[in-house]
């Protein structure tokens, strides 16, 4: 079942969507139980409205799993362990999968020794870095991730040419009462996927999301996806836009430290060295960070509780600009678009129908929308 909304949408029941995620999956002959956690990451991130990582990602998906790049069953490894780290090994997998279990893990060591920090290596995309960072949260724990990325998109500050990816951050806190405060940001402006996004719903770029190469904007999506497939000149501005007025400079060297964490630790890929040699089906060989921290190592947990809840309060008492736009927290706009969507339904543009579709016919099950 469902009802129109505007800009040649449908909306349609998160568990519709599941089922059209799952049985794509299982046609390539992905494991059940990775089936749908990989499904259920992906729905509850559309849910959330972070459209560019959800359904949205199956064309890649496939793209890269025909072309052999992407294991469909891999055996995670654990390749090194000590009482508070993990070093994992995807195995070609997709991300999902290894990603819940590797916070999972992390959470369980900080329950035993206050900290615990699990890398993942050799892996692909793995959705949105702050539903990892929430699980952690959830079970009274300070979360953070991150990763490294595929691609070749941000123009370092002072630079012309791409050489980092959008490299994003999340850090995730639970709150007493309250829901956890979840922060999830690329070290872009915006992430490749927002672009494809844009582009699919046939919408402008905001001025100041990509560049030409000599600083000047790029509104058109087709032409900032041709710059990225190109990486010779222009593209992704990092967090405090072009150059330095703003501190795009800060954005920039978060990306640095986020490969650091994600990807030279794990020794995971660095895409600016594994493009010179790829053939077709070599992997993305992405790595990720997953930490988890237990606020009861520091002091009780409801002193700590008291606390945020109090920033909490006192940040949703600020006077805002526009009295019908009350100040929010970190993760508050996901959890109302969450609710809003859960009743709804989740908004599935004309031409994203289209590829699902396709994606739906190459692997022979029922297309759902």
Known sequence: MSTKIPSKSLRYHASIVEEQIISILLAWGMREEDTEIAAHVMVETDLRGVDSHGINMLQQYEETFRRGALNIKPMTKLIRERKTTALLDADRGLGHPVSVRAMESAIEKAKTHDVGIVCVRNSHHFGAAGYYAELAAKKGMIGI?????????????????????????????????????????????????????????????????????????????????????????????????????????????????????????????????????????????????????NPESFRPLDEYNRDVQKVIETLKGVKPQDLNKPVLVPGEPEQITRAERLKNGIPINENLREIVKKVAENASVKYLF
């Open 145 to 293: 991730v991150t990763t490294s990325t595929r691609g070749i998109s941000m123009v370092p500050t002072r630079g012309t040419q791409p050489v980092l990816g959008t490299n994003p951050f999340a850090l995730a806190a639970p709150a007493g009462k309250y829901p956890p405060l979840i922060l999830d940001f690329a070290t872009t402006i915006a992430a490749v996927n927002k672009v494809k996004v844009r582009k699919l719903r046939e919408l402008e770029l905001p001025e100041g999301w990509v560049n030409d190469g000599e600083g000047k904007p790029i509104t058109d999506a087709h032409e900032a996806l041709e710059i990225f497939a190109s990486r010779t000149s222009g593209g992704l501005n990092p967090v405090g836009g072009v150059g330095e007025t703003l501190g795009g400079h800060k954005g920039y060297g978060l990306a640095v430290f986020s490969h650091i964490l994600s990807g030279a630790m794990p020794g995971a890929s660095f895409s600016p060295e594994r493009i010179k040699n790829q053939t077709k089906n070599s992997p993305d060989d992405l790595g990720h960070f997953f930490q988890a921290i």
